[in-house]
């Protein structure tokens, strides 16, 4: 088809599809101004996910400060996040008392002694926009449904709150972090039975006597 044959209608459509490629170029590259939540800057964030009623007969939580849990959004397989903080309590019942002032306490519900409810705190770079914090494509709000899963969990919960952090705060928090593994570590050599060189030693010197004795005490045979 030559220029000459072309039709003003042709050539509407040839600028529409130019543009439309334009705009799609403009999308990938992130620079579409007409989109509706542009990326305004990417920063560390800080969201709690909420785990209600998790049965733990271990003796040890599950979660622990400074190890990584992949995370699971929405059914969707999203990466590893380092956790950063975690808080616990064994499930509550209320009990009724006679006092006007205060008529009930708050006391642990010994109908589920293995039932807990964890708040636990990691951390990702997240994609700052006008509607909200976006990680993995998704949008962090309190609500959201999420999955954590570990070495040997694999709980479902929800997130309860979300914070962007400055800077100052990023480095409390590492900070807080390496403090508490350094704990757990120090925790865990105290815990791990410390051989005694020097009883072993006094017993292997005992019985090694004890065999020189006994090869005294032998009697001897007579040759005839």
């Not at 914070?163 to 480095?171: G, N, P």
């Amino acid at each position: 088809m030559n220029i000459k044959e072309l039709k003003p209608l042709d050539y509407i459509i040839i600028v529409a599809v130019i543009a439309v490629i334009a705009i799609g170029v403009l999308v990938f590259l992130g620079k579409n101004k007409f989109s509706k939540s542009p990326v305004e800057a990417t920063k560390k964030i800080a969201f709690q996910v909420m785990l209600k009623s998790v049965s733990v007969t271990d003796s040890k939580m599950p979660f622990k400060i400074g190890e990584e849990s992949f995370i699971t959004i929405r059914n969707v397989p999203y990466t590893k996040l380092q956790i950063v903080d975690v808080l616990y309590q064994t499930k509550k019942t209320i009990l009724p008392i006679n006092n006007p002032q205060q008529p009930f306490v708050v006391i642990d519900d010994y109908a589920q002694p293995y039932q807990y409810d964890f708040i636990v705190t990691l951390v990702d770079d997240a994609k700052i926009t006008k509607d909200g914090a976006v990680v993995g494509g998704n949008k962090i709000k309190i609500g959201m449904p999420i999955v954590l899963e570990g070495f040997n969990y694999r709980v479902g919960g929800t997130i309860s709150n979300v914070q962007i952090l400055e800077d100052k705060e990023v480095e409390a928090i590492n900070k807080f972090v390496q403090e508490q593994k350094l704990l757990q570590n120090m925790e865990e050599a105290q815990a791990t039975p410390v051989k005694n060189t020097a009883n072993e030693s006094s017993q292997a010197k005992s019985e090694s006597e004890n065999k020189d004795t006994n090869k005294e005490e032998a009697p001897k045979q007579t040759v005839k």
